[in-house]
């Protein structure tokens, strides 16, 4: 069965400062890998995905993921953090080959709190 | 662009009522999922449906029973509600089963008191 964590329950920077939120993951052979942000009581926003080819993937609001399959990463950063950055990130992995069924499974979340 | 439609946004039960949520998936996506999300919790994957078949079935209680209709809408239904069940539920949808990503709905928010 399918696994991610996010080692970090919450995440602290400073406005204009890089961000990073980390994510590994267990799958079964090649993983599908996204990153959802949730603002408060509010549904879960898609940021990016990697499917295939280049590891470095670019997504909404300026942020991008690199995907590493030596270290089964899949961390999510951004260059300047903003304050309206700031909520609950999910890392979300589903198997390339669905044998194992084609739902996402999350991780546990990282709030990431952008100070001004 | 059309996005996951559930409704309602907010429903409040008492204890051993039941509830019934609905969603409506993005035209021509062919599979919808349904996940809870406790407070302060991660998404947990309850049941999916591909083509109006269930597909996958996740940490659904017994109490709880969904179906995928012609029109592809899916409901929800739970019953003997229980305080535990107060949680956010999401409903998403996908195309090539997940293969392209997958979108969700706002969720609805089930207060059981």
Not at chain 2, 8 to 25: F, V
Not at chain 2, 40 to 53: C, V, W
Not at chain 2, 84 to 91: E, I, K, P, V
Request: proline share 6%.
């Amino acid at each position: 069965a399918q696994s991610v964590a996010q080692p970090e329950d919450q995440v602290n920077v400073a406005e204009g400062n890089p961000l990073t939120v980390k994510c590994t993951y267990s799958v079964s052979g090649n993983p599908y890998l996204f990153w959802y942000v949730q603002y408060p009581n509010r549904g879960l926003q898609f940021l990016l995905k990697y499917i295939t080819g280049d590891n470095l993937v670019k997504g909404s609001y300026g942020f991008e993921a690199e995907f590493n399959k030596s270290q089964t990463s899949f961390h999510l950063k951004k260059p300047s953090a903003l304050v309206s950055d700031s909520a609950l990130y999910f890392c979300a992995v589903r198997p390339y080959y669905n044998n194992a069924g084609n739902m996402l499974t999350f991780g546990g979340g990282t709030r990431l709190m952008v100070k001004p | 662009a059309a996005g996951v439609i559930q409704s309602p946004r907010h429903l409040i039960k008492e204890k051993r009522e039941t509830a019934t949520l609905k969603c409506y998936p993005i035209p021509r996506h062919d599979t919808v999922y349904w996940y809870q999300q406790g407070p302060g919790q991660d998404p947990q994957f309850l049941i999916s449906f591909y083509e109006k078949m269930q597909s996958d079935k996740g940490s659904i209680p017994d109490r709880f029973s969904a179906q995928q209709f012609s029109d592809y809408h899916s409901e929800l239904n739970m019953s003997s509600l229980e305080l535990g069940d107060s949680a956010l539920y999401f409903c998403a949808s996908s195309s090539e089963q997940g293969a392209k990503g997958y979108t969700f709905g706002s969720g609805t928010r089930l207060t059981v008191v």
